[in-house]
Nanobody, 121 residues
Framework: EVQLVESGGGLAQAGGSLRLSCAVS????????IGWFRQAPGKEREGVSC????????YYSDSVKGRFVISSDNAKDTAYLQMNNLQPDDTAVYYC??????????????WGQGTQVTVSS
């Protein structure tokens, strides 16, 4: 059974940092895109950042570019999202997502359970 286990959410003050982790287990794929989406109350889900395991190609939404950094540890099938200079608008539930045989994480095949990130002003 494929599982995406997220960790690292929580509470931060504006200007602070948090790091999210997403560990994938239960499979044996080498070619996939992994990343995060987020959804705030009353808002549509937004693609935040993706990274491709095979090529290291990255994507960032304009809203987080320059503040967030995505990386991956391929040996552990784990991705990380370092979130710096957090702002109240970053408050949302963050979901890890994986799309097989892709450099993107959009149109994902698998989803994590979500982790809450709350940024106070």
């Amino acid at each position: 059974e494929v599982q995406l286990v997220e960790s690292g959410g929580g509470l931060a003050q504006a200007g602070g940092s948090l790091r999210l982790s997403c560990a994938v287990s239960g499979w044996n794929f080498d070619d996939y895109g992994i990343g995060w989406f987020r959804q705030a109350p009353g808002k549509e889900r937004e693609g935040v950042s993706c990274i491709s395991k095979s090529h290291g190609i990255t994507y960032y939404s304009d809203s987080v570019k320059g503040r967030f950094v995505i990386s991956s540890d391929n040996a552990k099938d784990t991705a990380y999202l370092q979130m710096n200079n957090l702002q109240p608008d970053d408050t949302a539930v963050y979901y890890c997502a994986v799309r097989l045989y892709s450099t993107s994480c959009f149109n994902a095949d698998y989803w994590g359970q979500g982790t809450q990130v709350t940024v106070s002003s």
